[in-house]
């Protein structure tokens, strides 16, 4: 489990954050490994596609943190299934065909 630091209400605390607490298996060593700039980029689109695995995984507890932190309404838990959400229903890799459509035009 990680160790996060929360600051939150003018209070300071600090707490683990297993995978196993949102129903999500802790991957192994070098399992999030990465590689050339084209193969990140395939694996991206393969997640945002459905694909499932640790990947998948790290990439919805990263975006669950982001949202947590985001909106302070969320808990944790609700950021998670928010994250599994906009991956599940194809919105996350329509956002990506946006930006990298908007970042070609001239």
Request: with cysteine; aromatic share 4%.
């Amino acid at each position: 489990a990680k160790t996060v630091g929360e600051s939150r209400g003018g209070a300071f605390r600090s707490y683990g954050l297993p995978p196993k607490r949102f129903g999500l298996a802790r991957c192994g060593d070098g399992a999030l490994a990465g590689g050339r700039p084209t193969e990140i980029a395939a694996v991206a689109r393969r997640i945002l596609s459905g694909e499932t695995g640790t990947r998948r995984q790290a990439v919805v507890l990263n975006a669950a943190a982001a949202l947590y932190v985001a909106q302070p309404a969320l808990t944790m838990e609700q950021a998670v299934e928010q994250a599994q959400a906009v991956i599940d229903s194809g919105a996350a890799l329509q956002k990506l065909e946006d930006f990298i459509r908007c970042s070609n035009e001239e």
